[in-house]
C-alpha cells in the first residue's frame, strides 16, 4: 500500500475509506455533498490538493451512475435543459482550476461556506426563497459561480443544490440533474487538474481506490433515498447544505 500511496500511512489509508464511504452515503440520499465531506475529511489527514486529487475519480463515477439511474434518455433532456449552466459553469472551471494553488485556502472556503450557510438558514426558518420560472441570466450566474469555486476547490454542489431548491424542483429530477451537472463537470475537473499538476502518478492510485467505497455508500444511501417522500428530501437537503456550509465558514475562520 504504501508503494501505491507513498503520502499516506495504511491506517491512514482506512481511515480515508471510511470518509469516502461516508460521503457516498450522503450523496445517495441527498445527491450531493460528497465532494464537501471528502475533502473536508480528507484534508484532515493530508495537504489540501492530495484531498482534492482524491476526491475527483470517486466523484466523476458516482455522478455517472446518478445521471443514468432513469436511464441515458432523461440524462440527455436533463443536459438540453440545462445546457447554458453546464456551459459557462464548465468554462469557469478550467479557468479557476489553475489558481489552486494561488489562492489562500481560508479565502476559498469562505466564498463558498458563507452564502450556502446563510441560503439554507433562510430556507430552514421558513423565509423560503423560490423561482417559480427559470431565469437565464440567474441560471448563468449560478453556473458561473459554481463553475469558478469547483475548479479550485472541487466543491460545486452548495450553488447548484441552491438553485434547484429554490426551482423547487421534484426529488428524482433533482439527483438526476445533479447527477448530469456535476458528472459532467467531474470531467472537466479531471482533464483541468491534468494540466494544474494534482491529478498526477503520485494521486492517481490513491483516487481510483476511493471508487469503491465511495460506490458502496451511495448504494446505501439510494435506497435511504427511495423511503423519503419530497418534503423529507428537501428538509435533508437544506440540512446537509447548512451543516456543510457551517463547516466551510469553520475552517476559513478557525483553521
Not at 440524462?75 to 459553469?89: C, D, E, N, Y
Not at 485556502?105 to 430552514?124: D, N, R, S
Amino acid at each position: 500500500m504504501t508503494d501505491l500511496i507513498p503520502f499516506l500511512a495504511p491506517a491512514g489509508f482506512v481511515l480515508a475509506c471510511a470518509i469516502a464511504l461516508f460521503a457516498g452515503t450522503i450523496k445517495g440520499m441527498v445527491g450531493f455533498a460528497m465532494p464537501m465531506i471528502m475533502v473536508s475529511g480528507l484534508s484532515s489527514i493530508m495537504s489540501p490538493d492530495l484531498a482534492l486529487a482524491g476526491l475527483i475519480l470517486p466523484t466523476l463515477v458516482t455522478n455517472g451512475f446518478q445521471a443514468l439511474r432513469q436511464g441515458p434518455g432523461a440524462a440527455w433532456a436533463s443536459m438540453k435543459r440545462f445546457r447554458a449552466f453546464l456551459i459557462v459553469g464548465a468554462l469557469f472551471l478550467l479557468m479557476s482550476a489553475q489558481m489552486v494553488r494561488l489562492l489562500p485556502a481560508e479565502v476559498m472556503l469562505l466564498i463558498i461556506g458563507a452564502p450556502i450557510t446563510l441560503f439554507a438558514v433562510t430556507q430552514l426558518m421558513g423565509k423560503q426563497l423560490t423561482l417559480h420560472k427559470p431565469s437565464h441570466r440567474m441560471e448563468l450566474a449560478v453556473g458561473a459561480f459554481a463553475g469558478f469555486v469547483g475548479g479550485f476547490s472541487g466543491i460545486w454542489g452548495p450553488p447548484t443544490v441552491a438553485y434547484l431548491t429554490a426551482l423547487g424542483t421534484e426529488k428524482k429530477e433533482q439527483m438526476r440533474i445533479q447527477g448530469v451537472i456535476y458528472g459532467l463537470g467531474a470531467v472537466v475537473l479531471f482533464f483541468a487538474h491534468l494540466g494544474s499538476g494534482v491529478m498526477r502518478a503520485e494521486t492517481l492510485p490513491f483516487s481510483l481506490l476511493m471508487i469503491l467505497p465511495a460506490l458502496l455508500g451511495m448504494w446505501i444511501g439510494g435506497k435511504l433515498q427511495d423511503r423519503i417522500d419530497q418534503a423529507t428530501f428537501r428538509k435533508a437537503t437544506l440540512f446537509v447544505l447548512l451543516i456543510a456550509g457551517l463547516n466551510l465558514v469553520r475552517r476559513a475562520l478557525m483553521g
